[in-house]
């Protein structure tokens, strides 16, 4: 079987899986983006976030939902309010942190070249230690003020998500164009010759702001090696 053969029935396969997230679908912010990768052939997501604001006590061993030891409080996809923080630190038993998080998104690529459309990364975050041994260690006067960062930080995301969408979608139909462009001969011979160069080069120097992961841990369970390229993008550029 050849390599974008292989690569068809992984991405049919996955796909093909059921949503294991807590919360069981797509968020809405980033339907379009994820639908528009998993329409390319070169492209599939495995996982994805919008963007969240969620409220973390890694002391707690309660009924509320655990990911790696730590329980979620509090999390939610929209700006939120103080009173709903004030009520779930009202539970916290170790050191709750307040935490926003920017849009997260997995997507496997079916060759490098495909990866470097992807070359972006963020550092828009927020994370604040609220309760320590589950005492409220800070005012409700600076609780607001935090909440009111997070609200603006989930904004500025859903725009930056946008923009990236527009992007995205200009610079597929861009290489869209190229290829159709082109003798398949000529491309195939520059992309061989751009894949064996680019071997030899650190990738992620080459590639800008990307990070590439030839295994991703998320597929470990596969049956199959990987046919493609793993790509974690935390849009912040665009």
């Given at each position: 079987?050849?390599?974008?053969?292989?690569?068809?029935?992984?991405?049919?396969?996955?796909?093909?899986?059921?949503?294991?997230?807590?919360?069981?679908?797509?968020?809405?912010?980033?339907?379009?983006?994820?639908?528009?990768?998993?329409?390319?052939?070169?492209?599939?997501?495995?996982?994805?976030?919008?963007?969240?604001?969620?409220?973390?006590?890694?002391?707690?061993?309660?009924?509320?939902?655990?990911?790696?030891?730590?329980?979620?409080?509090?999390?939610?996809?929209?700006?939120?309010?103080?009173?709903?923080?004030?009520?779930?630190?009202?539970?916290?038993?170790?050191?709750?942190?307040?935490?926003?998080e920017p849009l997260v998104l997995h997507v496997q690529c079916r060759q490098l070249q495909d990866a470097q459309i992807l070359a972006v990364r963020s550092t828009h975050g927020l994370e604040v230690p609220l309760t320590h041994k589950g005492k409220l260690m800070v005012t409700e006067e600076y609780i607001n003020f935090l909440i009111k960062i997070a609200n603006q930080k989930m904004e500025e995301n859903k725009k930056r998500i946008e923009?990236?969408?527009?992007?995205?979608?200009?610079?597929?139909?861009?290489?869209?164009?190229?290829?159709?462009?082109?003798?398949?001969?000529?491309?195939?011979?520059?992309?061989?010759?751009?894949?064996?160069?680019?071997?030899?080069?650190?990738?992620?120097?080459?590639?800008?702001?990307?990070?590439?992961?030839?295994?991703?841990?998320?597929?470990?369970?596969?049956?199959?090696?990987?046919?493609?390229?793993?790509?974690?993008?935390?849009?912040?550029?665009?």
């Amino acid at each position: 079987m050849d390599h974008s053969a292989e690569f068809r029935k992984w991405k049919a396969q996955c796909l093909s899986k059921a949503d294991l997230s807590r919360k069981g679908s797509v968020d809405e912010d980033v339907v379009e983006l994820v639908q528009l990768l998993n329409g390319r052939e070169q492209f599939f997501t495995t996982s994805s976030c919008a963007g969240r604001i969620i409220l973390l006590d890694p002391g707690i061993n309660g009924s509320e939902v655990q990911k790696q030891n730590c329980c979620w409080l509090l999390v939610t996809h929209k700006p939120c309010v103080k009173d709903d923080v004030i009520v779930a630190l009202k539970k916290a038993n170790g050191d709750a942190i307040l935490k926003f998080e920017p849009l997260v998104l997995h997507v496997q690529c079916r060759q490098l070249q495909d990866a470097q459309i992807l070359a972006v990364r963020s550092t828009h975050g927020l994370e604040v230690p609220l309760t320590h041994k589950g005492k409220l260690m800070v005012t409700e006067e600076y609780i607001n003020f935090l909440i009111k960062i997070a609200n603006q930080k989930m904004e500025e995301n859903k725009k930056r998500i946008e923009r990236f969408y527009n992007c995205l979608q200009h610079a597929l139909e861009k290489e869209t164009i190229s290829m159709t462009s082109f003798p398949k001969e000529k491309i195939r011979e520059k992309n061989n010759s751009s894949y064996t160069h680019k071997k030899k080069r650190n990738p992620e120097k080459a590639c800008g702001k990307y990070i590439t992961e030839e295994n991703n841990k998320e597929l470990e369970n596969d049956d199959h090696d990987d046919p493609g390229i793993s790509v974690t993008i935390f849009p912040e550029d665009y």
